[in-house]
T-cell receptor, first 112, second 114 residues
Framework: GNSVTQMEGPVTLSEEAFLTINCTYT??????LFWYVQYPGEGLQLLLK?????DKGSNKGFEATYRKETTSFHLEKGSVQVSDSAVYFC???????????FGTGTSLTVIP | SAVISQKPSRDICQRGTSLTIQCQVD?????MFWYRQQPGQSLTLIAT?????????ESGFVIDKFPISRPNLTFSTLTVSNMSPEDSSIYLC???????????FGQGTRLTVV
């Protein structure tokens, strides 16, 4: 079946620290992969995406590379800011259907 | 991208009553999805709302409890029927077109059942 496994949180980092949130997936076919961010009291916003193997998605200093050989899509940022505090969701969408599968979310808190 | 307006943004309801959540999209879309996000949890797909046909429900969700309407390509409603405190959750409307595109989300409806 299809599923997403995401690093458990919560994660607390100091400002300017390096961030990695691990995400691995199981899917049939060739999925597209996404990272969404949810700020407190808001809906989900797309952070970045990759639609095929070896693609790198990037946005606002965040990056993630679609690794088919390790079925991973880890989220990284070189220097986090307080404003990055949010919950991050890894997700996949299969190419055989229209359903999205979400990870459990990782809460990030960045302290000054 | 699609802009999605969801109403109400929050509500507190008595157990045994029903609440209808509205989702309006600023463009015509084929697929609309309804998700539930329980406190501290990830998103769980309730159903896919298809225009012109009945909604497709995921395992564990039934039409009697969560009736869905999709009268046109820009609008859908989800009703949470005969509510209990276990239905307290955030309900999210989402749209997504082709296989490689992202999903867009409404702001969510935060429902508390007392």
């Amino acid at each position: 079946g299809n599923s997403v496994t995401q690093m458990e949180g919560p994660v607390t980092l100091s400002e300017e620290a390096f961030l990695t949130i691990n995400c691995t997936y199981t899917a049939t076919g060739y999925p597209s992969l996404f990272w969404y961010v949810q700020y407190p009291g808001e809906g989900l916003q797309l952070l970045l995406k990759a639609t095929k193997a070896d693609d790198k998605g990037s946005n606002k200093g965040f990056e993630a590379t679609y690794r088919k050989e390790t079925t991973s899509f880890h989220l990284e940022k070189g220097s986090v800011q307080v404003s990055d505090s949010a919950v991050y969701f890894c997700a996949l969408r299969t190419n055989t259907g229209n359903q999205f599968y979400f990870g459990t979310g990782t809460s990030l808190t960045v302290i000054p | 991208s699609a802009v999605i307006s969801q109403k109400p943004s929050r509500d507190i309801c008595q157990r045994g009553t029903s609440l209808t959540i509205q989702c309006q999209v600023d463009s015509q879309v084929t697929m609309m999805f309804w998700y539930r996000q329980q406190p501290g949890q990830s998103l769980t797909l309730i159903a896919t709302a298809n225009q012109g046909s009945e909604a497709t429900y995921e395992s564990g969700f039934v039409i009697d409890k969560f009736p869905i309407s999709r009268p046109n390509l820009t609008f859908s409603t989800l009703t949470v029927s005969n509510m209990s405190p276990e239905d307290s959750s955030i309900y999210l409307c989402s749209v997504g077109e082709t296989e490689n595109t992202e999903a867009f989300f409404g702001q969510g409806t935060r429902l508390t059942v007392v």
